[in-house]
T-cell receptor, first 110, second 116 residues
Framework: SQKIEQNSEALNIQEGKTATLTCNYT??????LQWYRQDPGRGPVFLLL?????KEKRKERLKVTFDTTLKQSLFHITASQPADSATYLC?????????FGGGTRLMVKP | SQTIHQWPATLVQPVGSPLSLECTVE??????LYWYRQAAGRGLQLLFY??????ISSEVPQNLSASRPQDRQFILSSKKLLLSDSGFYLC???????????????FGEGSRLTVL
């Protein structure tokens, strides 16, 4: 069965740097991958979606890539800010189900 | 605009007691509805989803059940809670599978359940 894997260790970076988070899938290539942001004690909020046939998608300071050869999606936040500190989740939708990775916590230090 | 409401926000229940969490969606019709559970520091585990009234799919065998008595109402229940039922429960809605639908989910604010 498909597994969505994210680095469980927290990522600590300095303000202004680019944060790069990784999402790997283990089996078939998803039709598309979604990225969400979750703040402590809150529900996740949708950020971006990238389709299988898209190499890259951008939205303001966010960029997502999709590499079907590596079975991987990368999520970048450029010019990171302390307000970007949160847990970021990637997810795959198959039919009516959305399967999430475990999330990576990002800490941006001023 | 669409909104999703989930309650209660926090509850502490003894082992063996019943549970009822309720979720309602406004501003859309025939949504797909979902219950997820999140253990501390962990990812989201899909518990149940529903594509229509009375239609419930269970993803994980457990001590919980779900019901959808109305189009925009989704209820998570248990007859007897276990310690392992503690966690952060999230309700979500999304559009059905259709051409052009990107499939993102919109989550409620969550219900934190502590079973003692």
């Amino acid at each position: 069965s498909q597994k969505i894997e994210q680095n469980s260790e927290a990522l600590n970076i300095q303000e202004g740097k680019t944060a790069t988070l990784t999402c790997n899938y283990t089996n078939y290539s998803p039709a598309y991958l979604q990225w969400y942001r979750q703040d402590p004690g809150r529900g996740p909020v949708f950020l971006l979606l990238i389709r299988e046939n898209e190499k890259e998608k951008r939205k303001e300071r966010l960029k997502v890539t999709f590499d079907t050869t590596l079975k991987q999606s990368l999520f970048h936040i450029t010019a990171s800010q302390p307000a970007d500190s949160a847990t970021y989740l990637c997810a795959e939708r198959a039919g009516n189900m959305l399967t999430f990775g475990g999330g990576t916590r990002l800490m941006v230090k001023p | 605009s669409q909104t999703i409401h989930q309650w209660p926000a926090t509850l502490v229940q003894p082992v063996g007691s019943p549970l009822s969490l309720e979720c309602t969606v406004e501003g859309t019709s025939n949504p797909n509805l979902y219950w997820y559970r999140q253990a501390a520091g962990r990812g989201l585990q899909l518990l149940f989803y529903s594509v229509g009234i009375g239609q419930i799919s269970s993803e994980v065998p457990q001590n919980l059940s779900a019901s959808r008595p109305q189009d925009r109402q989704f209820i998570l229940s248990s007859k007897k809670l276990l310690l392992s039922d503690s966690g952060f429960y999230l309700c979500a809605w999304g559009e059905g599978q259709a051409t052009g639908v990107t499939g993102e989910l919109f989550f409620g604010e969550g219900s934190r359940l502590t079973v003692l």
